[in-house]
């Protein structure tokens, strides 16, 4: 059964930084597209980085350079590292897995449809 459990959200002011974690459970990142989302409230959930299975990692255009996802294959823990956060960063942030068949392009691995297993959420709230 895979499990996800996300951990490292909080509060911060702008311009700082988080670290955010996703141990994963019951399969092995490298057969699997891995992503982060978010969602604010009364706003469609989003993607925010993604890697798929042959390591290509895409990141949304709002996060590009200050945003960096990171695979531990040895622990099977996906990170993202966040830098020079926003008041727009802040939202409730998911990790998610899917099977590689349902994620084969960039912009499939973006699309939060294409994911069938999401962790519970930790929230990332930003303060200007």
């Known amino acids: 059964q895979v499990q996800l459990v996300e951990s490292g959200g909080g509060s911060v002011q702008a311009g700082g930084s988080l670290r955010l974690s996703c141990a994963a459970s019951g399969y092995t990142y490298r057969s699997y597209c891995m992503g982060w989302f978010r969602q604010a409230p009364g706003k469609e959930r989003e993607g925010v980085a993604a890697i798929g299975r042959d390591g290509t990692t895409t990141y949304a255009d709002s996060v590009k350079g200050r945003f960096t996802l990171h695979v531990d294959y040895v622990k099977n823990t996906l990170y993202l590292q966040m830098n020079t956060l926003k008041p727009e960063d802040s939202a409730m942030y998911y990790c998610?897995?899917?099977?590689?068949?349902?994620?084969?392009?960039?912009?499939?691995?973006?699309?939060?449809?294409?994911?069938?297993?999401w962790g519970q959420g930790t929230q990332v709230t930003v303060s200007s």
């Open positions: 998610a897995a899917a099977r590689a068949w349902s994620c084969p392009t960039a912009e499939a691995t973006m699309d939060p449809q294409n994911f069938r297993y």
